[in-house]
């Protein structure tokens, strides 16, 4: 210890017990705080449904070089077709689900499967193709490609 360096006595110094629970507090309002920036992370990402999305509506005739049968490419089949300006979409022998624009070549299911025409229509990709009813798959975030 330097010269002229003053100690206090030791009743003065706070109780080894205190200096824990005070470390121990500050430490836990760190990981509180930190935990919150997290859940303000979570709460900031906005997750947009199929059935909230922004639908365009297609010129007469625009979907027709869409509305054919495909072989994915885990070898089923989808079929697209239009009726009275509603789009759908049919996988194998399955129910018929309706399928809605978002883009002139972009479509999307109220589930939140993803269609993607691209070359005119000859070929699909299908993102989160688990969503589609038959897809049978436990598989998530799977994605096709499908050509004609």
Same mark, same amino acid.
């Given at each position: 210890?330097?010269?002229?360096t003053?100690v206090p006595?030791?009743?003065?110094y706070?109780a ?5 629970m ?7 309002v760190?990981?509180?705080?930190l935990?919150?920036t997290?859940?303000m992370a979570?709460?900031?990402t906005?997750?947009?449904?199929? %059935?909230?999305?922004?639908t ?5 005739g625009?979907?027709?070089d ?16 239009t009726?009275?300006?509603r ?14 624009p978002? %883009?002139? !070549?972009d479509?999307?299911t109220?589930?939140g ?5 691209r ?10 193709y ?5 897809a049978?798959t !436990?598989l %998530? ?5 499908a %050509?004609?």
């Amino acid at each position: 210890m330097k010269e002229g360096t003053v100690v206090p006595p030791p009743s003065q110094y706070p109780a080894i017990g205190e200096v824990i629970m005070k470390t121990t507090a500050r430490c836990a309002v760190a990981l509180l705080a930190l935990a919150a920036t997290g859940a303000m992370a979570q709460q900031s990402t906005v997750q947009i449904r199929a %059935s909230e999305a922004r639908t365009v509506t297609l010129r007469h005739g625009e979907f027709n070089d869409y509305a054919s049968l495909y072989q994915l490419s885990n070898g089923r089949y989808i079929k697209f077709s239009t009726q009275q300006r509603r789009y759908y979409a049919k996988l194998d022998k399955g129910e018929r689900i309706e399928i809605r624009p978002i %883009s002139r !070549t972009d479509f999307v299911t109220a589930a939140g499967t993803h269609i993607a025409f691209r070359d005119s229509g000859d070929e699909v990709t299908i993102s989160n193709y688990e969503h589609l009813p038959m897809a049978g798959t !436990t598989l %998530s975030n799977v994605t096709l490609v499908a %050509s004609r």
